[in-house]
């Protein structure tokens, strides 16, 4: 009878990171499917785009200031954000700290241009089908970016309370760095659907 051998356990770490993360898998899951609501909006813009018999329909295009400013901020922002993650990953705790402040302080300030880029638009989002979706992308997009805000503070916060020892908090923090990422590379095929396609 062969003799059974017990395996020690105790020194595995309580939670995975990165991909051995059930976070970060559902992370992905929730970015595939937001990803599919933004492809779906460009989708609905195109066909009534080539139902109108001119884009936009009553409206001049979009003043392009706005929306370019907002943005040169998003793509800013993916260098402190890679930062943060590759900071999370090494489990450097005052890096996390400072790094987490200052995307509260990226995710932010994109708000401001945000702002301006509804009326820039020339239209509300009642008066026609152009108004509807574009007005539709625009509050998508913003959800969105305050969405990753909202996470973001909630993170800032736990780690500079006694839930900064979990070693988990990090894997969050790297998940939040990623759905940053997917916030600004959505953001791009949707600036040249408002802002570009009407000047075509």
């Avoid at 492809?39 to 609905?44: F, P, R």
């Avoid at 969405?147 to 309370?161: G, K, P, Q, R």
């Amino acid at each position: 009878m062969k003799e059974r051998i017990a395996l020690d356990l105790s020194k595995l770490p309580l939670h995975g990171t990165g991909s051995a993360s059930l976070t970060f898998w559902g992370t992905g899951a929730f970015m595939l499917i937001e990803g599919m609501g933004f492809a779906l909006t460009i989708a609905v813009y195109f066909y009534l785009m080539s139902l109108a018999p001119r884009w936009p329909i009553e409206a001049p295009p979009p003043n392009l200031l706005p929306g370019t400013v907002l943005t040169l901020l998003l793509l800013l922002s993916i260098v402190p954000n890679m930062l943060v993650s590759r900071w999370a990953q090494r489990k450097d705790l005052r890096k996390v700290r400072l790094g987490l402040i200052a995307m509260t302080f990226m995710g932010a300030i994109p708000l401001i241009p945000r702002f301006f880029e509804f009326p820039a638009l020339h239209i509300s989002w009642d008066d026609d089908a152009y108004g509807s979706i574009t007005w539709t992308i625009l509050g998508l997009h913003t959800t969105h970016i305050v969405t990753d805000l909202i996470d973001t503070i909630v993170l800032a916060c736990l780690m500079y309370s006694k839930h900064a020892d979990n070693t988990r908090r990090y894997g969050d923090v790297e998940d939040n760095a990623l759905y940053w990422n997917f916030v600004v590379l959505a953001w791009l095929p949707l600036y040249g659907c408002i802002y570009w396609v009407p000047r075509l």
